[in-house]
Each structure stands twice: as structure tokens, then as C-alpha cells.
Nanobody, 125 residues
Framework: QVQLVESGGGLVQAGGSLRLSCVASGRTFNRYTLGWFRQAPGEERKFVAGITWSGHIISYADSVEGRFTVSRDNAKTTVSLQMDTLKPEDTAVYYC??????????????????WGQGTQVTVSS
């Protein structure tokens, strides 16, 4: 089992920044790919960004490429999502997730075995 706890969400004006963090506990943190997903009201949960256990492979959704940065600190069992130049359409609940296929970054929710409880991000115009 892996337990994931997100933090860092909040309310920010368009153009601003937020940094989300996800702390993992339980089984070996290093052997999981970590992903960030988001879900807006009435929409499906969608991939945002992901990073393999080694950090060598990083992937972003087209909608956040160049604005968001994902990173991980295996010593602290933490994965972060730096979100800059935020837009109102970034408003959603953001989820951290873990996939035991640690060598690839999947964009599919069904590939991730463990999920955090989510943190709300609201961007006002």
C-alpha cells in the first residue's frame, strides 16, 4: 500500500502561481511513477503531468506544457507540481497518483493504483 497526501491548493488570480506537494508513505516510494491529474466539475479526470521513479522521463499534458513543472525528491518521498501563469481553465481538484510501472509515464487513470484525496485549485479571472 502507498498512501498519498496532497497539499498546496488554494485560490489564486489568473497569471499567478501555486505549488502543490504530495507526500507518500508506505511501500517503496522510489519504485513508482508519480502522476498529477485534475478533475473539473462535470468533467473526467485528466492527466496533467508525470515523472518516473528515476526522474529521467517527464511528461506533460499539452494544456500545461511550459507553465507547469513536476519534480520529485525521493529522499523526502515527495512529488511537487509548480504551476505558473495559471489560467481560469486550470481550476479543478488536483490529484496525486502512483503507478508501479516505474519506468514509464502513463496518461491513463486506470494505470495508477494509488490516489490521494485531492486538493482544490481555483483560478479567478
Amino acid at each position: 500500500q502507498v498512501q498519498l497526501v496532497e497539499s498546496g491548493g488554494g485560490l489564486v488570480q489568473a497569471g499567478g502561481s501555486l505549488r502543490l506537494s504530495c507526500v507518500a508513505s508506505g511501500r517503496t516510494f522510489n519504485r513508482y511513477t508519480l502522476g498529477w491529474f485534475r478533475q473539473a466539475p462535470g468533467e473526467e479526470r485528466k492527466f496533467v503531468a508525470g515523472i518516473t521513479w528515476s526522474g529521467h522521463i517527464i511528461s506533460y499534458a499539452d494544456s500545461v506544457e511550459g507553465r507547469f513543472t513536476v519534480s520529485r525528491d525521493n529522499a523526502k518521498t515527495t512529488v511537487s507540481l509548480q504551476m505558473d501563469t495559471l489560467k481560469p481553465e486550470d481550476t479543478a481538484v488536483y490529484y496525486c497518483a502512483a503507478d508501479n510501472k516505474a519506468w514509464i509515464v502513463s496518461r491513463e487513470t486506470y494505470d495508477y493504483e494509488y490516489w490521494g484525496q485531492g486538493t482544490q485549485v481555483t483560478v479567478s479571472s
